[in-house]
């Protein structure tokens, strides 16, 4: 014979102001919970999104990113001329010798200066990252000091926006585009032609070289000879493994914090409910005597205590997920230390999370609730009735 | 019915009334009360539940206020006092004993009696002494120590008496106080506030439903839906000893 | 004094809800402060550095370098005592994870002017003699067990190759805040090894460490020495070595942002579930406060009780979280040394660990105290008839 439903669900509504602080810092908890997993998340869908599998990087060995390599103009020619590059509809290569440097501007908002990638592009450079796409403006001219910045710079970034200047290399620079990369770290960049910028930069080596694979499982074999040539000092990695490499760091780190947190937080979560839950059955002691003197049997008493405790772990589940969804306007943007450049990404939410956040709440309340409830069902009938 | 001792009224009421409000509905309670209670009475005061004997109760022990009419106490007009003149009042005048004797269980007995004495200028030993001395006169010397929840029902209630009489309060009020226990010792109660009125000319004002305990007080006075009647039903003398 | 008794006596009379609130709290102040520790870490470089001390570096980025040239003319400005100079290096020891911090730098003005990098006089002599000698930190020899003598491997990721060098010297830090997780070797042996491999970058440095005469004349310094290459090939961006490091850590600020809003929250966390834990007792103890006010007691009282447990509670929880800082401490330090090689709690933590716990206290017991304080005595008595 089991306790209605309604008996947990009008038990919690009788006790108001107890089930709300209980349930607020579960949600609390629970939003805590969510919003690392959502920030992993964004960063996670930010690498994925930047790199495409069949993109290939060729940089200096041992230079752990673009910013740090150097391909001479002769090693890229190399490479350059290898098998597998993709041909372009026009029968051009769909190859980009690139630059990418960074430099310092200052935000528009605190005035604070920040590491900028500034990346001297190719024609080919557009074609190979189909999710970047001019949204205002026009390509710079070549052979101008004209460049295009990213939808996230041209906001964030003094000087960022479309018709301003920047400085740099001795030289004025006119954005005359704003390119629009959805999430991806490209939007953190400001584009301009290559020449022109090896040229300011007095820079005489390229600093990768980025390609299309004619075919994606054609890496393997080329990352082999590349590798394995005595001309070349290079290193190949598909483009969706350079961008993971180039933030692990940050990852672990998020990964690490959120789950310290949440191991801690949690804890404090389920003494709290603990703590409801214990008085609750204090509160009731002459009511479970009752309910057992009619009849019903310890396990449904159980039931019942386990039930409003893992109610209370949902209320605090839905309102700290709702809380949570709106972190989904909120983009963080931070020097990604590997790197020293600037990185945005956006807090995240999937249905993953969505799933993972609510039984995390309901196995809070379980865990809060199990002891007590444990008590209330072990109670002696006959003292229960007793007591007042 | 409602005959003095003698002495002069200790409590005298005049044109009380009391109600409360329950939702918009208003309840009265108590209905243009008027009598006298004398110096060094025992008085029980009878009625069924919601007869209002035990608002009664706590107008004339200052801890509830009445919507009209006057409580004179000691000569003191006790309705015109603020709550922290009523707070001072009733530590010096008023001594509480109730069903559930209401001790604090994190206090010893010895610390129980010595609570309303915290309230007074009196050194330590000097509070030790009137504790003391308390606890002698309701026979539990031998447990001092002892917290309520190791002490019959009894037993707390003699704590609580003590407690009520430690700062030697001229009026006892008492509110089913052998509502909760045995009959031995609700007897032993009973003579020990019996023995309060005669050995200490305490005044006593009791409510219970024990006939029993009635049967103890000199007086008996029965409380109607909020009205004062005497024992046989019919509306009391508006004075007493009249 | 009696108050006082009442008090913890009330305070631990319902032992496991007092446990687990107690718990609860230290839990929180722990997590705080180990918080607080964290983003303190975050600006310990800045806290490292000199007032006297400037950094010049290229104005377009760090990863631009500055001709060896400047030197000299940098050296001529007024105000300028010393100049040294040198490059990030930023070589790998066996592999990503073992991070640490290395520079190629000029030894001899390079140590004078960190005087705070404590060396033995016989180590400093070995090391200015052996071009490919290098030093190190002491909790950086400690974490490799290096001994003087011993070769060290990098494997260079911005100057490509294999690099060894002989360890020289370990020094330590005169101040508590001085970095012993670093090495430096001779720029000399940088600098050769790319003028036979990469010509195009020799005589190229990273950046210029400027001392000047006194404090007040660091801003008149920085602005000569940029003054000086404007518009020249090389522009220059001189800052004190603090406003350096700010900048460091100003472009990671968002984060740091986020872990000092976590650690509010962990507070406000707690103070919910304090609160509940005071509004249940107050509720079951409303005829004991009752019995008090009719014995006589003020509003004044009933109120000192409740609140005073309140506080009570989280202050015990506040100590024994402070106490379970330090072991805490001490494990990261020993188990998460990659990230955390010193995890130091600062005695301003500690006295903020106390402050949130008793702001625990003080607003969890708010509702319950208005409550206790303002019961009507036939209202609190009644509810035990």
């Given at each position: 014979m089991a306790i209605p439903f309604s008996y947990s669900m009008r038990n919690l509504w009788t006790r108001r102001l107890t089930t709300v602080l209980t349930a607020s810092g579960m949600a609390l908890v629970v939003f805590v919970f969510a919003a690392t997993l959502m920030l992993a998340e964004g960063l996670r869908k930010t690498l994925v999104e930047t790199g495409s599998y069949d993109n290939v990087v060729v940089i200096r060995k041992s230079a752990n990113s673009e910013v740090q390599s150097g391909v001479d103009r002769g090693q890229a020619s190399t490479i350059e001329s290898q098998p597998e590059v993709a041909r372009g509809s026009d029968g051009r290569l769909l190859l980009a010798k690139e630059l990418v440097v960074l430099i310092n501007i200052p935000k528009r908002e605190s005035n604070k200066p920040a590491n900028v990638v500034i990346r001297g592009i190719a024609p080919a450079s557009l074609l190979l990252r189909p999710q970047v796409r001019l949204s205002e403006g026009r390509m710079p001219r070549p052979g101008s000091a004209e460049v295009i910045a990213g939808t996230s710079i041209a906001r964030r970034f003094k000087g960022g926006g479309i018709g301003e200047t920047l400085r740099f290399g001795m030289r004025d620079w006119t954005v005359v585009g704003i390119f629009d990369a959805g999430t991806t770290g490209f939007s953190s960049e400001i584009w301009g032609d290559v020449d022109q910028l090896m040229q300011a930069f007095r820079r005489p080596a390229y600093s990768s070289v980025s390609f299309k694979l004619q075919d994606a499982t054609a890496f393997d074999q080329f990352k082999k000879r590349v590798e394995g040539d005595p001309r070349l000092t290079v290193e190949a990695k598909r483009e969706t493994r350079y961008y993971e490499d180039q933030s692990e760091a940050m990852a672990k780190f998020l990964r690490i914090m959120g789950i310290t947190l949440t191991v801690i937080f949690s804890l404090g979560a389920v003494i709290g409910a603990m703590i409801t839950m214990y008085a609750a059955v204090a509160n009731r002691v002459v009511e479970i005597g009752t309910l057992r003197a009619l009849g019903f049997q310890k396990t449904s008493i159980l039931a019942a205590f386990v039930m409003e405790s893992l109610l209370l772990g949902l209320l605090g589940g839905v309102v700290g997920l709702f809380g949570a969804s709106f972190m989904q306007l909120i983009t963080i943007s931070t020097m990604n230390w590997q790197t020293f450049s600037e990185l945005a990404f956006t807090f995240t939410l999937t249905l993953d999370i969505l799933g993972k956040s609510l039984l995390f709440s309901v196995g809070m309340g379980f865990v809060g609730g199990v002891l007590p409830a444990f008590r209330a069902a072990r109670m002696n009938i006959v003292e229960a009735l007793r007591s007042t | 019915m409602g005959m003095g001792n003698g002495k002069p009224p200790i409590v005298e009421i005049a044109h009380l009334s009391k109600s409360y409000r329950r939702g918009s509905q208003t309840i009265p309670v108590l209905e243009d009360i008027t009598f006298d209670i004398a110096d060094g009475e025992f008085l029980a005061l009878m009625g069924p539940s919601g007869s209002g004997k035990s608002t009664l109760l706590n107008l004339i022990a200052g801890i509830d206020k009445a919507d009209q009419g006057t409580i004179r106490v000691g000569g003191v007009d006790i309705t015109s006092l603020s709550d922290k003149e009523l707070a001072a009042w009733r530590s010096a005048n008023v001594g509480f004993i109730f069903q559930f004797y209401n001790l604090m269980p994190v206090l010893t007995a010895f610390e129980n009696v010595e609570l309303p004495l915290l309230l007074t200028g009196l050194s330590r030993n000097e509070r030790r002494e009137h504790v003391d001395l308390a606890l002698q006169l309701v026979g539990l010397s031998d447990r001092v120590d002892h917290y309520p929840a190791q002490l019959s029902g009894g037993q707390q209630q003699r704590v609580a008496i003590a407690r009520a009489v430690v700062s030697d309060p001229a009026i006892l009020v008492a509110d089913e106080?052998?509502?909760?226990?045995d009959r031995v010792s609700a007897g032993e109660i009973l003579q020990l506030m019996d023995r309060l009125v005669h050995e200490f000319d305490k005044t006593i004002i009791m409510v219970t439903h024990d006939p029993r305990a009635a049967e103890k007080a000199r007086i008996i006075r029965h409380l109607e839906k909020g009205i004062l009647t005497d024992s046989d039903g019919q509306p009391a003398s508006p004075v007493a000893g009249s | 004094m009696f108050l006082l008794k009442l008090i913890i006596r009330n305070a631990f009379r319902h032992k496991l809800r007092s446990a687990l609130t107690v718990v609860g709290v230290a839990i929180a102040i722990l997590a705080f402060g180990l918080l607080r520790t964290l983003v303190g870490l975050w600006y310990h470089g800045v806290e490292a550095s000199s007032a006297t001390r400037l950094v010049t570096r290229n104005a377009i980025s760090l990863v631009f370098s500055l001709p060896l040239s400047h030197k000299d003319r940098i050296r001529q400005v007024p105000g300028v005592q010393a100049v040294s100079y040198g490059n990030w290096f930023g070589g790998i020891y066996i592999d990503e994870k073992h991070f640490f911090a290395n520079y190629a730098v000029e030894p001899k003005s390079y140590l004078d002017l960190y005087p705070e990098f404590v060396l033995s006089p016989e180590q400093k002599g070995a090391f200015f003699l052996d071009r490919k000698g290098c030093i190190v930190g002491k909790r950086l020899a400690d974490t490799y067990g290096w001994k003087i003598g011993d070769l060290i491997t990098l494997r260079g990721t911005i100057f490509p190759g294999q690099w060894e060098f002989v360890l020289r010297g370990i020094y330590r830090g005169a101040e508590k805040s001085t970095e012993e997780r670093a090495l430096m070797f001779h720029w000399d042996y940088l600098n050769e090894t790319l003028k036979k491999t990469m010509p195009r970058r020799a005589d190229q440095v990273g950046f210029y460490m400027i001392g000047v005469t006194?404090?007040?004349l660091a801003a008149e310094v920085s602005q000569a020495v940029d003054g000086i290459f404007r518009n020249s090939l090389a522009e220059t961006l001189t800052e004190t070595e603090k406003a350096f490091q700010l900048g460091f850590v100003a472009m990671t600020e968002a984060i740091m942002i986020a872990i000092k809003i976590v650690s509010y929250v962990v507070i406000v966390i707690i103070m919910v579930v304090a609160a509940n834990t005071m509004a249940m007792t107050a509720r079951e103890r409303i005829a004991e406060y009752a019995t008090m006010k009719t014995l006589g007691f003020g509003w004044v009282h009933i109120a000192g009780v409740v609140f005073g447990e309140s506080l009570v509670i989280a202050l015990s929880g506040g100590l024994l979280g402070v106490a379970l800082t330090f072991p805490a401490s001490h494990w990261i330090e020993t188990e998460l040394a990659q990230f955390f090689p010193a995890f130091p709690v600062s005695m301003t933590t500690i006295y903020l660990d106390l402050a949130a716990a008793a702001m625990v206290g003080t607003v969890a017991g708010i509702f319950p105290t208005w409550r206790g304080a303002t019961i009507g005595i036939a209202d609190g008595l009644r509810r035990i008839g």
């Open positions: - | 106080p052998t509502g909760d226990l | 006194k404090p007040e």
